[in-house]
């Protein structure tokens, strides 16, 4: 059974950084786009940043995290990462990572995904 697994949300305040984890298993990990993706209450679901599978092409979705967060992946250790440095208010969300099998313009289109995490809050305080 596919599962993704986040971790490394929490509190911090305005300028603080934190690092996202997704924990993969039970797919062919090497072969999936990771994306991650996130929800402020109200708002929809939204594309931050994703990762390609062998090439390791990154893609962020605005101006807005381009800069500030950046996304890695451990093939070995099935794992992905988005460090997210200079927080803001604005980046309070839960957020998600998925799983796609290919990697095209798309790649910020959540219904695209095959596997979703639960989600992890990140909550940035003013």
């Known amino acids: 059974e596919a599962q993704l697994v986040e971790s490394g949300g929490g509190l911090v305040q305005a300028g603080g950084s934190l690092r996202l984890s997704c924990a993969a298993s039970?797919?062919?990990?090497?072969?999936?786009?990771i994306g991650w993706f996130r929800q402020a209450p109200g708002k929809e679901r939204e594309g931050v940043s994703a990762?390609?599978?062998?090439?390791?092409?990154?893609?962020y979705e605005d101006s807005s995290v381009r800069g500030r967060f950046t996304i890695s992946r451990d093939d070995a250790k099935k794992m992905v990462y988005l460090q997210m440095h200079d927080l803001e208010p604005e980046d309070t969300a839960v957020y998600y990572c998925?799983?796609?099998?290919?990697?095209?313009?798309?790649?910020?289109?959540?219904?695209?995904?095959?596997?979703w995490g639960q989600g992890t809050q990140v909550t940035v305080s003013s």
């Open positions: 998925a799983a796609v099998s290919s990697f095209g313009p798309w790649v910020f289109t959540p219904n695209r995904y095959s596997y």
């Open positions: 039970g797919f062919s990990f090497d072969d999936y786009t």
């Open positions: 990762i390609s599978a062998r090439d390791g092409s990154t893609a």
